[in-house]
């Protein structure tokens, strides 16, 4: 069974690419910090398809142990989808510097890290699959989210040079750019706001988890080999 | 055999193999003064080779340091695992 380690799969997006890939036949590792009652039951009903490794990504030095445990245990990824992330919003002018450093250290300093370290079973394998989350946001902008913007389009870009660098060893490295899905992270988003971005939409619907999560079935199969260094957008139209 | 000489041979054994797996022309007789990138190996080859080390050896060095080295040759790159080894 190929392995897929999911950063942030706890809950929201994360948890959907999790269901998605025991759905599609890998075995997931799941990171994160909090145990969910739905990741729970996600392993309840399929105990030889997903296990928990309890991971704060605010912990940057212990990440090299935390991919050689992982190998060590599970064997050598096939895929990695860095997820995990935090939605810290506010103007920059009242940012606190403490919360600038968590987004950049959580968004860009760990993700960067642990694709370093699991690359190394991918270059080993001659093969894998890297899929960053990034958003819309990095291209399009948002009104207090210009830390939170910066740190994934930081991911964006971190693709398309990797994506050179690994190309050769059969490893294909991509960005999936989500629009607004409903998930904890834009909870505070509601009333008309939200109504603006469903009416401003192509499609008149908004793009759920389990959408995005389709995007990120395809590009971890073997179909999707011809793609590397490429952004993957579902947000039913919004940024178009 | 001493220490030296066994590493020594386990990069080079690990820097062949994966030379051969990768279709790459390497120079046959390297040694301590042989310049790493011009070995043959690439770059990609390089970092495969610092991967195989580490799932062989349980330790990577680079990773051990305080402050960065970049070994340029295959003499640097052998010391230095063997600095590290305990
Ligand atoms: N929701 C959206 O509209 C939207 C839009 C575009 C892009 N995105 C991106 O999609 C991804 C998932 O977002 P989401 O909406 O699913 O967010 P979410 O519901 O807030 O989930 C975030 C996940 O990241 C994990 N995480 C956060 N901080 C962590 C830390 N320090 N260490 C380990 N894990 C940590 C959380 O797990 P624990 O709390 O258990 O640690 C959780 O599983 C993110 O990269 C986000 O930027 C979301």
Known sequence: MKIVLVTGATRGLGLAVARQCISDGYKVVAVGRTMTEELTFLMQQYPDHIVFERYDFSDTAGIHSLAVQITKKYGRPWGLVNNAAIGRDGVLATLHERDIAELIKINIEAPVLLTKYILRSMLMNRGGRIINVSSIIASTGFNGLSVYGATKAALAGFTKSLAREVGKAGITVNTLAPGYMETEMTSALQGDKLESIKRRSPLGHLATVEDAAYAVSYLLSEKSFSVTGTTITVDAGSSC | ?86
């Open chain 2, 1 to 86: 055999m001493s220490e030296k000489l066994i590493m020594k041979e386990k990069i080079i054994n690990i820097i062949i193999e994966i030379a051969s797996e990768s279709g790459w022309d390497i120079l046959t007789n390297l040694n301590d003064d042989t310049v790493l990138l011009e070995s043959g190996l690439d770059s990609l080859g390089f970092a495969t080779l610092v991967a195989r080390l580490e799932e062989e050896l349980l330790y990577d060095p680079f990773s051990m340091m305080d402050e960065p080295v970049y070994p340029r040759t295959l003499g640097e790159f052998v010391k230095i695992y063997e600095q590290y080894a305990s």
